[in-house]
């Protein structure tokens, strides 16, 4: 329910914060708008707590590696997010595009060069300094340097298994990231290119699953308090203090039976479901709905550019569209277990049809 419930709030962020929809509800409704343009982002935080306790579920639930190659199990993980996310950069280069000739407006990507393809392929377009092709990919980037980085952690340290106030070295060493993360490199944003500046919130979710497994989950809660107190009173930042609350409540609310009755009741909830199955498919919804927010603004903008509600009928109508949308990508590509070849095809389809639009778009120009 979480996750479906933050990916909600994502899409809802990226509908107010890119017009010209939002800015023309916002003669109605302003500081609805402008709230969702403001906090509705920090769901991130939760996704990346989120990301860690899963991580330390499948990697090291006691704080020892559990897997057998490091490089299989990156290269796994590079496949999954590789094959929605070169579909979707697809999609976006496709509808950029087409609304690209009547739909001038900053949201609409630039016509793609061939070195922006290819970095957005490898998920190196920070890094390199190119533009994203689509909103939010530069979380897909982050979420696999972290996994890439913990993988690596807790390979190396198998290899030098020492116990240390009960203690893995692995989970030693995760900590001291968390720390050095929320105290020096997530206060230069500078460094968001790099999992360094997210493995606080990251590893405070590692720490909160060693916390809902362990007979002691109050050692581990004042573990989290003490992180998270000292690193804001350092420098108070909400999205911080967001993942603090994320990491706490997840670990406590793992520990609750989950045949326990008011779990069992609201599980049973049509809202519930609802969420449930949002967070299914969230990865996929966060990826496509950009280019059906970009798709939609164009249209209503076109046709309705200065009805408020019509243009909050538009935002709603994108919402639901990117939920459809989101859903056929994870039916057809994400829930589908993904091989080298086909995650090639796609990024190549992705390469060729963005040097195709830059030709085209280059000849019309003349």
């Avoid at 769901?43 to 020892?64: D, K, N, R, T, Y």
């Avoid at 094959?83 to 009547?102: D, E, G, H, K, M």
């Avoid at 997530?186 to 979710?205: K, T």
Wanted: glycine residues 8%; positive net charge.
């Amino acid at each position: 329910m979480t996750k479906g419930a933050c990916c909600a709030a994502i899409v809802w962020h990226h509908l107010a914060f890119y017009g010209p929809m939002s800015d023309v509800a916002a003669q109605v409704t302003p500081d609805l708008i402008a709230w969702l343009t403001e906090y509705a982002r920090i769901a991130v935080q939760i996704f990346l707590v989120m990301g860690g306790f899963l991580s330390a579920a499948s990697l090291a639930p006691q704080g020892l590696a559990r897997f057998g190659s490091p490089l299989a199990k990156i290269g796994q993980r590079a496949l999954r997010l590789l094959a929605p996310y070169s579909v979707a950069l697809l999609f976006a280069v496709l509808v950029a595009a087409l609304v690209r000739p009547w739909f001038a407006h900053d949201s609409v990507p630039a016509e793609p060069t061939w070195q922006q393809l290819i970095a957005n392929a490898l998920m190196l377009q920070d890094i390199s300094g190119e533009d994203a092709l689509s909103a939010g990919v530069w979380y897909v980037a982050i979420d696999f340097q972290l996994f890439a980085a913990v993988t690596l952690l807790f390979a190396l340290s198998r290899r030098w298994a020492r116990t240390w106030l009960g203690l893995q070295l692995g989970q030693h060493v995760v900590i001291a990231l968390t720390a050095l993360s929320l105290l020096v490199f997530n206060r230069h944003s500078e460094l968001d290119m790099w999992f360094i500046y997210f493995v606080g919130a990251y590893g405070m979710g590692m720490l909160a699953y060693w916390g809902s497994q362990s007979a002691k989950p109050w050692s581990w809660t004042a573990l989290l308090l003490a992180l998270g107190f000292v690193s804001l009173e350092l420098d108070f930042r909400l999205r911080i203090a967001v993942a603090l609350c994320g990491a706490l409540g997840l670990l406590w609310l793992m520990r609750i039976p989950s045949d326990g009755r008011l779990v069992a009741w609201l599980s049973r909830q049509a809202p519930a479901r609802w969420l449930q199955s949002l967070g299914q498919m969230a990865y996929s919804v966060f990826l496509v709905h950009f280019s059906i927010v970009v798709l939609c603004n164009a249209v209503v903008s076109h046709l309705w550019p200065t009805q408020p509600w019509l243009n909050w009928l538009g935002m709603c109508m994108a919402f639901v569209l990117s939920l459809l949308a989101g859903r056929v990508l994870y039916l057809g590509v994400e829930a589908r277990t993904p091989s080298i070849r086909s995650v090639a095809r796609w990024e190549l389809g992705l390469v060729g049809a963005g040097l195709l639009v830059s030709l085209l778009g280059a000849r019309f120009a003349m």
